[in-house]
């Protein structure tokens, strides 16, 4: 191992100082020393008369030279001696560095700059959205006049990853909520003797609310994640203007088939879950309560008008919809770095559960009137 | 002096059922340039990443300053890590942090060094790449693809490295930085005396920096030697990668430039 970093103060008879530097002055060696090296540098730099003697170092870097030259004031000790294969090293600081420029101060008014920003921003979001959307109803259009270029193939493919391969997971959360629900309910309605109304109040609420709800915030959580990241990647490793090259439009070959897709399997999954959801309930109903299996399925029409199911369902088309419209337009905006794309497909699944309540609550709003005797 | 820095001895590495090296032996000296020449996809980088302990080996044994990257000394292997420094080939900067954050990272890590010296090796880390300062608070995404490369130079330069690993260090750089590349590191293994282990396709730069050159070719080193030694020989893949057309242009250029 090279020797250790070493300083020692020679006072000659007639009272001049000469410095005597020896060992290894790099940034290895220097780094566990510097604590008590660097203090004892700036009192001997004090003394301007002093000849510092460099001709016993063995081996020095830009860090250890930095070190010296920062005792001396950045420049040169008046006397130095220096081994000639260590001059290049000293040279390079010569050169004046110039201070990093500062950062600029915070404006006063950041509160209102922030929030215009912010406000402008979404706004800038929805005008790119509408924009989309009004490309997709071009491309459609297009596509009723030439049936031939339908995407068939990507429409299959993301009506399976979107549909087919989400039902495990929105099995087991509707089963699971089926079973609370219930279980919940039941204890209540035990107190009031009124067992029967199990199926009202499991049938409409399953079916109008929670199964549509449920079911599209999973899969805005799961495929529109998947979608944004998609798109994203695509932007980052140029595939995006690889199309845009071969003139193959976004919107019909990457948006289009996406958006049909999750409209066609969002009511089928909805469906799904509703049907999961009321297995569950049902297994819970009839261990808590003893309501037959039978009777909780035959008493359901009754309960439940058949118009909630085409309420429920008919929210799925429309939550599909607007959970790809949101993942492919955040996908698009994914600026070609890293960063971005986290930014992107966090904002994206955001974005699109609070889209899906507040769009739910709209629902309620207009069709309060509907399903409910 | 020859000690060597780095040790390979009977390396195989093996992805699946791919084999990528069979039993390579190599000897890196200190002082040196060597250069690993290969076709695409001949297991350079991965010999590169061997070297650094990103990699595994299947068998064989890969020592750097005399200490095995696999051994029983994990501690010690971590302290290598400040000896030596690597240039990616995509710049492999941090995206989250600013040109000068970058820079620094590596030397606050250190934690025993004040802001204040951090501050100005990082700016003469900057400057000795050639990134003037206003750039220091840039965000890689912010920067063009041959500053990207030339600010992960400077940040694997920050410790002050005896050992330098350059993966395709000029592609993608216009001739004129490519130049300046090359000048810098033969400056800088003149002043701090580095070690320097560079893959490249790059003839002009294998030419003008390579001491020694590593031939890889179907999964074993076929040649290391210096640049006449690899030239001379008759393997196949040398006599085409050095005689075709570009290969002739690029020695003679450098045979022209020493001569006169």
Same mark, same amino acid.
């Given at each position: 191992?090279?020797?250790?970093?070493?300083?020692?103060?020679?006072?000659?008879?007639?009272?001049?100082?000469?410095?005597?530097?020896?060992?290894?002055?790099?940034?290895?060696?220097?780094?566990?020393?510097?604590?008590?090296?660097?203090?004892?540098?700036?009192?001997?730099?004090?003394?301007?008369?002093?000849?510092?003697?460099?001709?016993?170092?063995?081996?020095?870097?830009?860090?250890?030279?930095?070190?010296?030259?920062?005792?001396?004031?950045?420049?040169?000790?008046?006397?130095?001696?220096?081994?000639?294969?260590?001059?290049?090293?000293?040279?390079?600081?010569?050169?004046?560095?110039?201070?990093?420029?500062?950062?600029?101060?915070?404006?006063?008014?950041?509160?209102?700059?922030?929030?215009?920003?912010?406000?402008?921003?979404?706004?800038?979001?929805?005008?790119?959205?509408?924009?989309?959307?009004?490309?997709?109803?071009?491309?459609?259009?297009?596509?009723?006049?030439?049936?031939?270029?339908?995407?068939?193939?990507?429409?299959?493919?993301?009506?399976?990853?979107?549909?087919?391969?989400?039902?495990?997971?929105?099995?087991?959360?509707?089963?699971?909520?089926?079973?609370?629900?219930?279980?919940?309910?039941?204890?209540?309605?035990?107190?009031?003797?009124?067992?029967?109304?199990?199926?009202?109040?499991?049938?409409?609420?399953?079916?109008?609310?929670?199964?549509?709800?449920?079911?599209?915030?999973?899969?805005?959580?799961?495929?529109?994640?998947?979608?944004?990241?998609?798109?994203?990647?695509?932007?980052?490793?140029?595939?995006?203007?690889?199309?845009?090259?071969?003139?193959?439009?976004?919107?019909?070959?990457?948006?289009?088939?996406?958006?049909?897709?999750?409209?066609?399997?969002?009511?089928?999954?909805?469906?799904?879950?509703?049907?999961?959801?009321?297995?569950?309930?049902?297994?819970?109903?009839?261990?808590?309560?003893?309501?037959?299996?039978?009777?909780?399925?035959?008493?359901?029409?009754?309960?439940?008008?058949?118009?909630?199911?085409?309420?429920?369902?008919?929210?799925?088309?429309?939550? &599909?919809?607007?959970?790809?419209?949101?993942?492919?337009?955040?996908?698009?905006?994914?600026?070609?770095?890293?960063?971005?794309?986290?930014?992107?497909?966090?904002?994206?699944?955001?974005?699109?559960?609070?889209?899906?309540?507040?769009?739910?609550?709209?629902?309620?709003?207009?069709?309060?009137?509907? &399903?409910?005797? | 002096?020859?000690?060597?820095?780095?040790?390979?001895?009977?390396?195989?590495?093996?992805?699946?059922?791919?084999?990528?090296?069979?039993?390579?032996?190599?000897?890196?000296?200190?002082?040196?340039?060597?250069?690993?020449?290969?076709?695409?996809?001949?297991?350079?980088?991965?010999?590169?990443?061997?070297?650094? +302990?990103?990699?595994?080996?299947?068998? +064989?044994?890969?020592?750097?300053?005399?200490?095995?990257?696999?051994?029983?000394?994990?501690?010690?292997?971590?302290?290598?890590?400040?000896?030596? +420094?690597?240039?990616?080939?995509?710049?492999?900067?941090?995206?989250?942090?600013?040109?000068?954050?970058?820079?620094?990272?590596?030397?606050?890590?250190?934690?025993?060094?004040?802001?204040?010296?951090?501050?100005?090796?990082?700016?003469?880390?900057?400057?000795?790449? +050639?990134?003037?300062?206003?750039?220091?608070?840039?965000?890689?995404?912010?920067?063009?693809?041959?500053?990207?490369?030339?600010?992960?130079?400077?940040?694997?330069?920050?410790?002050?490295?005896?050992?330098?690993?350059?993966?395709?260090?000029?592609?993608?750089?216009?001739?004129?930085?490519?130049?300046?590349?090359?000048?810098?590191?033969?400056?800088?293994?003149?002043?701090?005396?580095?070690?320097?282990?560079?893959?490249?396709?790059?003839?002009?730069?294998?030419?003008?920096?390579?001491?020694?050159?590593?031939v890889l070719c179907e999964q074993r080193l076929v040649i290391v030697g210096t640049l006449d030694e690899v030239v001379a020989d008759s393997h196949p893949f040398i006599r085409n990668f050095f005689m075709g057309e570009r290969g002739r242009r690029a020695l003679e250029a450098v045979r022209s430039v020493i001569l006169t």
């Amino acid at each position: 191992m090279t020797p250790a970093p070493d300083l020692r103060r020679i006072i000659a008879a007639d009272g001049s100082c000469r410095l005597e530097l020896s060992g290894a002055w790099n940034l290895q060696a220097l780094e566990r020393r510097l604590a008590e090296l660097a203090p004892r540098l700036a009192e001997y730099a004090a003394d301007q008369t002093s000849q510092w003697d460099l001709s016993g170092v063995d081996v020095i870097d830009h860090a250890g030279a930095m070190l010296l030259w920062r005792a001396w004031g950045r420049r040169r000790a008046a006397k130095l001696v220096l081994k000639p294969e260590h001059e290049p090293v000293f040279s390079r600081l010569e050169i004046p560095a110039e201070p990093a420029p500062p950062h600029a101060p915070r404006d006063p008014l950041w509160v209102v700059i922030v929030i215009g920003r912010k406000l402008l921003s979404v706004l800038d979001h929805l005008a790119a959205m509408v924009m989309v959307l009004g490309q997709v109803v071009l491309d459609t259009a297009y596509l009723v006049r030439q049936p031939s270029r339908i995407p068939w193939r990507e429409i299959s493919s993301n009506i399976y990853r979107t549909g087919a391969q989400a039902l495990g997971i929105t099995a087991l959360v509707g089963f699971l909520i089926g079973v609370v629900l219930s279980y919940l309910s039941s204890q209540q309605l035990k107190l009031f003797g009124a067992d029967a109304f199990i199926i009202n109040i499991l049938g409409i609420s399953v079916i109008r609310e929670l199964g549509p709800v449920l079911a599209a915030i999973l899969i805005a959580g799961r495929s529109g994640s998947a979608i944004t990241a998609q798109l994203g990647v695509m932007r980052v490793t140029q595939e995006l203007d690889a199309m845009a090259v071969m003139g193959i439009p976004h919107t019909l070959r990457l948006i289009l088939p996406k958006m049909l897709a999750l409209a066609v399997s969002m009511p089928l999954i909805v469906l799904w879950t509703d049907a999961i959801a009321l297995l569950g309930g049902m297994v819970s109903a009839s261990a808590e309560l003893g309501i037959g299996y039978s009777y909780f399925v035959s008493s359901l029409p009754d309960a439940v008008p058949i118009a909630n199911l085409w309420l429920g369902l008919g929210k799925g088309v429309v939550f &599909g919809l607007l959970i790809a419209l949101i993942a492919c337009h955040f996908g698009l905006r994914i600026e070609p770095n890293t960063e971005s794309l986290g930014i992107g497909t966090t904002n994206s699944v955001v974005t699109s559960i609070t889209v899906v309540i507040i769009v739910d609550a709209v629902f309620a709003i207009m069709f309060k009137d509907v &399903g409910i005797s | 002096m020859a000690d060597s820095i780095i040790e390979i001895k009977g390396l195989w590495t093996q992805f699946g059922d791919h084999i990528v090296h069979r039993g390579i032996d190599l000897d890196v000296e200190r002082g040196e340039i060597m250069s690993l020449v290969g076709g695409s996809g001949s297991g350079k980088t991965t010999l590169l990443r061997q070297m650094l +302990g990103l990699e595994t080996p299947a068998r +064989g044994e890969v020592c750097v300053f005399s200490k095995s990257l696999h051994g029983s000394d994990p501690d010690g292997v971590r302290k290598l890590r400040d000896r030596w +420094g690597m240039l990616f080939q995509e710049g492999a900067l941090f995206s989250a942090l600013s040109v000068f954050d970058t820079v620094a990272l590596p030397l606050r890590e250190l934690r025993t060094i004040d802001e204040e010296l951090i501050h100005d090796l990082v700016m003469m880390k900057l400057e000795m790449v +050639g990134i003037e300062p206003y750039h220091a608070t840039k965000m890689p995404a912010e920067l063009s693809g041959g500053m990207v490369k030339r600010i992960a130079l400077a940040r694997s330069l920050a410790l002050e490295p005896e050992l330098l690993f350059l993966d395709e260090p000029t592609a993608g750089l216009d001739p004129d930085r490519s130049e300046s590349f090359v000048k810098l590191v033969q400056e800088l293994h003149r002043e701090l005396n580095l070690t320097v282990v560079m893959v490249t396709h790059d003839l002009d730069t294998l030419v003008a920096l390579s001491t020694r050159v590593a031939v890889l070719c179907e999964q074993r080193l076929v040649i290391v030697g210096t640049l006449d030694e690899v030239v001379a020989d008759s393997h196949p893949f040398i006599r085409n990668f050095f005689m075709g057309e570009r290969g002739r242009r690029a020695l003679e250029a450098v045979r022209s430039v020493i001569l006169t």
